[in-house]
């Protein structure tokens, strides 16, 4: 089983050019198209979130039902859902706005435990950024990796949520001993500042790095480095690309039984280039079509 941990929300999505231009609301957010993702790959998965009891969050709760995700550690709250206004440029890139002032995601509370046979756990976006529920994520992390639980991280910064740079980067720092896993953007690597190699002393045994339709690259604790090119395709837009990565790695990892940081540095070049190339392929599937709408494992067969 695979958790992944963070919020769900509504992306409103223009249909045209112009400030004005109509906007559709499409099922989103970092972690839950990530958990979505997993259970299309055909990977065990469960979310763990808070969800609201309004019609967004009750067709959040249904999607989960539909692709086969656990439920069981999502909570429910009568505050409205989380939006989230995207703008997609010229090149398909996806910038947004949130709406996010007393939100039922933020009033996420840590679980006593975990989904019986949890072997991973992923985390990110917004909800490690918005109080009172990161702090909440935050312990979460902090008990799976004492507890032995592969954890991955995924930052996914949106800048304009964040009120203290310096302060969240000293934070994200203080996470990195409870990561096994760390992906980010070169965006994201970019505002932090650091680098592979300063992460990676840090506390995690790989570090993955998207370079959009360049590819990817990762990096392992004991110095190897594993680039792969990115797959070519006619871009709608990029909603949804990380997270598609995100979950892509996962559920390659979990098929090899490499759910380690020891696992992850015996990978080698075969390794990782056959996992990278797979999550590649995943993103640019997801990149093909409007909207998060990661594939499913059918897809990418072959």
Not at 59 to 68: F, P, W, Y
Not at 121 to 133: A, D
Request: proline residues 6%.
């Amino acid at each position: 089983m695979i958790v992944v941990a963070g919020e769900a929300l509504i992306d409103l999505v223009p249909q045209g050019t112009g400030a004005l231009a109509a906007l559709r609301p499409a099922l989103g957010g970092g972690p839950y198209n990530t958990a979505v993702a997993l259970g299309r790959l055909g990977s065990p998965a469960a979310f763990c979130s808070r969800l609201s009891s309004d019609a967004f969050g009750q067709a959040l709760l249904d999607r989960l039902r539909e692709t086969g995700v656990d439920v069981s550690a999502v909570q429910r709250g009568s505050e409205p859902t989380t939006l989230a206004v995207a703008t997609v440029g010229a090149d398909g890139s996806a910038a947004y706005s949130f709406y996010v002032e007393g939100t039922a995601d933020r009033l996420f509370t840590a679980p006593s435990a975990l989904p019986d046979g949890t072997r991973a756990i992923s985390f990110g976006t917004c909800s490690l950024v918005l109080e009172p529920g990161a702090s909440a994520y935050e312990e979460l992390m902090r008990a799976a990796a004492t507890r032995g639980v592969f954890t991955a991280l995924d930052p996914n910064i949106r800048a304009g949520l964040i009120p203290d740079a310096d302060a969240y980067r000293a934070r994200f720092m203080s996470w990195l001993p409870s990561v096994t896993l760390l992906k980010l953007s070169e965006e994201d690597a970019r505002w932090l500042g650091g680098t592979p190699q300063e992460w990676l002393a840090a506390g995690p045994a790989a570090v993955v790095i998207t370079r959009g339709g360049e590819g990817l690259t990762a990096f392992t604790a004991d110095g190897g480095t594993y680039s792969v090119p990115g797959e070519r395709v006619e871009v709608v837009d990029t909603i949804g690309a990380g997270d598609t990565v995100n979950a892509a790695l996962l559920h390659g990892l979990a098929v090899r039984d490499a759910l380690s940081g020891a696992a992850l540095a015996a990978l080698g070049p075969d390794g990782w280039s056959e996992l990278l190339g797979f999550a590649a392929r995943a993103a640019a599937v997801t990149c093909s079509r409007a909207g998060a709408e990661p594939p499913y494992a059918r897809e990418l067969e072959g």
